[in-house]
C-alpha cells in the first residue's frame, strides 16, 4: 500500500523528540505539528533504543543491517535457484551429471 505522505524529515523528526524531553507532551506537538501523538511517541522509543536508554528493540542501525541482510539473502537465495536451474539444464543436454555435485 503506497504511503499517503512523504516521510518526515530526520531533522523534524529529532526536533519533535528533543521537544518532548524537554517536557511537552506528544499530544500538544501533534496539535501543533503535523505528525501524530503516536508518531511522536514511537519516535521518542526509538531515540531511547538508539542512545541506549532502552533494550526492548532494535536500534536504527540493527534494523538497516537486517534489512540488508534479507535482501541479501533473497538474492543469494534467487542466485542459487538459478544455478540449480542452469546445472539440470546442463545435465540433460550432456546426458550426465557433473562429478562433484552436492545436494545443497
Known amino acids: 500500500m503506497p504511503r499517503s505522505r512523504p516521510p518526515y524529515s530526520p531533522e523534524l523528526r529529532r526536533r519533535l523528540v528533543e521537544m518532548v524531553r524537554a517536557g511537552r507532551s506528544p499530544a500538544e506537538l501533534a496539535e501543533q505539528f503535523e505528525p501524530s501523538e503516536q508518531s511522536i511517541r514511537n519516535w521518542v522509543k526509538q531515540a531511547d533504543r538508539d542512545s541506549g536508554k532502552r533494550q526492548d528493540g ?20 534467487e542466485e542459487r535457484a538459478i ?7 546442463f545435465a ?11 545436494n545443497s
Open 58 to 77: 532494535l536500534t536504527t542501525a540493527e534494523k538497516e543491517e537486517l534489512g540488508r541482510l534479507r535482501r541479501e539473502v533473497r538474492a543469494l537465495r
Open 92 to 102: 540433460r543436454e550432456t546426458g550426465k551429471i557433473p562429478s562433484g555435485s552436492t
Open 83 to 89: 544455478l540449480a536451474k542452469a546445472a539440470a539444464w
